[in-house]
Structures are given as structure tokens and as C-alpha cells.
């Protein structure tokens, strides 16, 4: 399996440092908070793309993709009635896409559930169109990019919208062509009533991209979870993307986060 590592684990350390650490660790892949980069995206030049590529490409690691796609932003909502906030939102995606081929990566995994969830005024159904509107607009440039977007079941404790993965494969399934697949998330999966590798099995080879974590908001091997049997379903659908560790409580520190995870993760490899 191939495993990454998220740029925002790693708080304000120098990026150099930061990507350093983890190829020691034993990552080879690099995942994306676009937060981390900039507060103006459109205004983050092709120069500091550049520059930024080169630094983590230099210590070893590929960028892989971009994650926390709409989080601290304003102005932006997925589901949103109004045509304007859908269209600013297309139009964003639209340059996250530009962005992360820019920076090497493929994959833009679309959870940001504040920036997604409906009010009670707003139909489920809705909520499913306006999104679907929002995503088919952006597909002509992620085909562009060769780049594909990764709709992020979270479960009901984040938001009412995508709370389960087969929401997610029916919204992918109303948008044209390949490029909207699934990502799925232990700590979010960890929701559901299906069991965990029944989910990955029944989404098969939609699966773009899996992040490994616990519902602790810790990363794997430091919860209840046991991940040998989610590793068997990933085998058993031969699942050849990227395993990425996203933790959310950082109070144990990079060390133990980023080196623990790992070490768990290859531990439960064939040797």
C-alpha cells in the first residue's frame, strides 16, 4: 500500500522540515490542506505553486491531492439555493482543480460539511440537485486538469448532507462520465450501520482515495478500531490508490501522530 501523509498534522513547521519528517517516517505521499498554502487562492502565483511543489518533491514525496476543499472559506456553499453562491463555488473548485495540477496531485476530496449541509427549510432532494449542478459545471476542467473529484461521506455528528457512502455514490451517479468517484473515511464510516469493509466492497472501484483514522479523531492503530480487516477489503477490491492518514486532535504531538500511524499500518502488512 501507498501511504501519505496530511500537510496540516504538521501545524507551523517549516515545509521543508515538515516534508522531511515524513519521508523518514516512511511516507512517499503528501496530501494538501489548500488553508495551509493561502487565504487567496486565486491569487496564489504560478511561481509559489512551483516553489511549493518543488520543496516536497525535492524531500521525497509526490503531492497527491487536496483535501478540506471549501473550509475556511466565505461566500461558498455546495447545496446553496442561491445561483451565485453556486456558481462562485463552481468557479472556486474550478481553480482547487488548476491548483492541485499545478502541485502534481489528482485527487480533490470534497467533504468541508459546513460549507455543504442544508437547513430544514431544503429538501434532501434539493440539497442532491443543487450539488449535482455545482459539480457537472466543474467537470470540463477537472477532465482539463486530469484531475478527478472525491465526494467525502461524513456522518451525522458533522452535517446532514452525504452521511453515508451509498448518498455519495448517488450523487456521483447523476453527474457525467468518471470524474466524480468516492472517498471514504474510517472515522466517518465508523457511523454507519453497515460494517466498515462491507461499505468498501460494495463501492468497489469507485473508491478514488481512503483516509485512515480513528473516531478518537486520532490516526490508526490509536483507537478501538482494528484496521486488519479494512485492509483485507481494500486487498480483496484491489484497491491501488492512496492510504492517507488525517488526524483532528493534534494534542499528542507530530511525533507520536505522524511515526505511530505508519508503524501501525506497515505492522499489519504482509511481511
Known amino acids: 500500500m501507498k501511504f501519505a501523509i496530511c500537510n496540516e498534522t504538521f501545524g507551523d513547521w517549516p515545509l521543508e522540515k ?3 519528517y515524513a519521508v523518514e517516517a516512511g511516507y512517499t505521499g503528501w496530501e494538501v490542506a489548500p488553508f495551509m498554502l493561502t487565504d487567496d487562492l486565486f491569487g496564489y ?11 516536497v518533491e525535492e524531500a521525497g514525496l509526490d503531492i497527491i491531492a487536496l483535501h478540506w476543499l471549501l473550509a475556511k472559506t466565505e461566500g461558498l456553499h455546495l447545496t446553496s439555493d442561491d445561483v451565485d ?6 468557479d472556486y473548485l474550478c481553480e482547487l482543480a488548476r491548483l492541485c ?13 459546513q460549507q455543504r449541509n ?3 427549510s431544503m429538501s434532501e432532494q434539493q440539497a442532491m440537485d443543487n450539488a449535482a449542478e455545482v459539480l457537472q459545471t466543474v467537470v470540463p476542467t477537472l477532465c482539463d486538469t486530469d484531475t478527478r ?3 467525502e461521506p461524513l456522518g451525522p455528528a458533522e452535517g446532514n448532507f452525504l452521511n453515508t457512502a451509498a448518498a455519495a ?12 468517484g468516492i472517498h471514504l473515511d474510517v472515522k466517518a ?11 468498501i466492497k460494495e463501492t468497489g472501484d469507485q473508491i478514488l482515495h481512503f483516509h485512515a483514522n480513528d473516531p478518537n479523531r486520532l490516526g490508526p492503530g490509536m483507537g478501538e478500531v482494528k484496521f486488519e480487516p479494512i485492509f483485507a477489503a481494500l486487498e480483496e477490491i484491489k484497491y491501488d490508490g492512496w492510504v492517507s492518514v488525517e488526524v483532528f486532535d493534534y494534542e499528542p504531538g507530530v511525533d507520536r501522530l505522524v511515526k505511530g500511524s505508519i508503524d501501525y499500518m506497515k505492522g499489519l502488512l504482509p511481511a
Open 189 to 199: 464510516m465508523s457511523s454507519e450501520a453497515i460494517p466498515i469493509p462491507q461499505i
Open 149 to 151: 473529484i472525491a465526494l
Open 85 to 90: 453562491v453556486r456558481k462562485k463555488t463552481a
Open 101 to 113: 495540477r499545478d502541485l502534481g496531485g489528482k485527487i480533490l476530496v470534497l467533504g468541508s460539511p
Open 45 to 55: 502565483s504560478a511561481e509559489q505553486r512551483i516553489e511549493y511543489r518543488q520543496v
Open 118 to 120: 442544508f437547513p430544514e
Open 169 to 180: 455514490r448517488d450523487l456521483a451517479a447523476r453527474l457525467d462520465g468518471d470524474s466524480i
Open 18 to 20: 515538515a516534508a522531511r
